[in-house]
């Protein structure tokens, strides 16, 4: 068994976004949540997008750096 992580940016506007992080496993074709939810929420400054450039992969940061780009 592999345990997957989703992503899901979520409320995403050009002040901020809120991080969604789950890790599931597939156990029989079907994905079971393990744990519990983990969210964290950045603001649309220089030491967010750093920590965001630093966890995110670089398809979601770029998808941020879409909507905060002025």
Do not use: F, H, P
Request: aromatic share 6%; with cysteine; net charge negative.
């Amino acid at each position: 068994m592999e345990i997957k992580e989703i992503i899901t940016l979520d409320m995403l506007t050009k002040e901020g976004v809120s991080v969604l992080r789950q890790r599931v496993i597939e156990i029989g074709g079907t994905e079971m949540q393990v744990g519990g939810n983990v969210r964290n929420a950045y603001m649309n400054c220089e030491n967010d997008r750093e920590i965001l450039k630093a966890e995110l992969s670089e398809d979601y940061y770029n998808a941020v750096m879409a909507v905060w780009e002025v």
